[in-house]
């Protein structure tokens, strides 16, 4: 694969979606905005005049009736993409997905199948409070069927996009609003991301630290300052979050004994203690420190800047936590 060129993040989406849709006539684009680069960025550009409005459709504001109508269709063999520009309004299509959806494989024996897409934006900053700003993606990989990917990186965004869509059953992802102007090394060829492998960012001895999304940003630069007091520490980008990979994690830590995990939901019931129990069940023993978590405090999203500004966890508060397991 060639990497001499560099795209955003949104547009390495928006070239993913480009590609399946041109091979694959099942697929088709299905949600609020999808016409309207205010809602999606530049994810959907140029879709609607390559592909027709059948296939790119710009619908009502009805998350359930949207969703329900592409779980529907995916039943009956199309493969929709569905885009909720708030992940937080996902929140009223959570019957066709977690009762319907991420069930329908297992009720039906494994001979019928649900090839959909969930596609929700995270909105965080901006002073958009409360309601529009939440990050939910440990909500749905709580959900049995259901698989949850967060991309970092312009070349993950594409590479899982696509590796969602073929996949036979439902994929929740869930991406960063702030990730879409990132640029980075995309291959022009289509290719897909393994769902269920992350990846290493940075190689170290000292301390793992385990970021998912935008997170993994802060931990790298985290990492340079830590440069400064002799601590090499190690960064995993999860890429996917259920499932897990396990492995990965395990053998980092074996590695290094020292643990911080970074994500970009709340800190309790989330991603960060799924993440501390799993390596406190199988390397209690290689631990030399006790683990940390670094993630939004157990409050709603505020809608001031200065308050946003202690909100949103940062390269300074993973700095703060490896110095003290140090």
């Known amino acids: 694969m060639s990497l001499h060129r560099k795209l955003s993040y949104s547009l390495a989406i928006n070239e993913a979606l480009h590609q399946v849709m041109s091979m694959d006539p099942s697929v088709f684009l299905i949600g609020q905005g999808v016409k309207s680069p205010w809602y999606v960025g530049n994810t959907a550009r140029g879709l609607i005049e390559e592909f027709g409005e059948n296939r790119v459709i710009d619908t009502p504001v009805s998350e359930n009736g949207i969703t329900g109508a592409a779980v529907g269709a995916a039943i009956a063999g199309m493969k929709p993409v569905v885009v909720h520009p708030r992940i937080d309004f996902m929140m009223y299509a959570m019957d066709p997905i977690i009762n319907e959806a991420a069930n329908w494989f297992y009720m039906n024996g494994g001979r019928a199948n649900v090839p959909v897409v969930f596609w929700g934006i995270i909105n965080r900053r901006g002073e958009q409070a409360a309601q529009h700003s939440q990050a939910l993606h440990a909500l749905f990989a709580h959900i ?183």
């Open 144 to 326: 049995p069927g259901l698989k949850v990917v967060m991309p970092a990186t312009a070349h993950d965004a594409k590479g899982l996009m696509v590796a969602a869509i073929q996949d036979p059953n439902p994929v929740v992802f869930v991406d960063e609003r702030l990730l879409y102007g990132l640029e980075g090394p995309v291959p022009q060829e289509i290719y897909h991301v393994e769902i269920g492998k992350g990846c290493l960012r940075r190689q170290g001895k000292d301390v793992t630290i385990v970021a998912v999304s935008l997170m993994v940003h802060e931990a790298i630069k985290a990492t340079q300052e830590l440069i400064d007091d002799d601590i090499d520490a190690e960064v995993i980008d999860l890429r996917t979050i259920k499932p897990l990979d396990r492995e990965l994690i395990i053998h980092s830590v074996n590695k290094t004994g020292r643990l911080v995990v970074v994500d970009v939901g709340w800190r309790s019931f989330g991603i960060s203690g799924e993440i501390a129990a799993l390596v406190a069940e199988a390397s209690f023993e290689t631990l030399k420190a006790p683990i940390l978590r670094v993630a939004l405090p157990d409050c709603p999203a505020p809608a001031s800047v200065m308050l946003e500004n202690g909100y949103y966890p940062s390269a300074r508060d993973i700095v703060q936590a490896v110095r003290r397991i140090m």
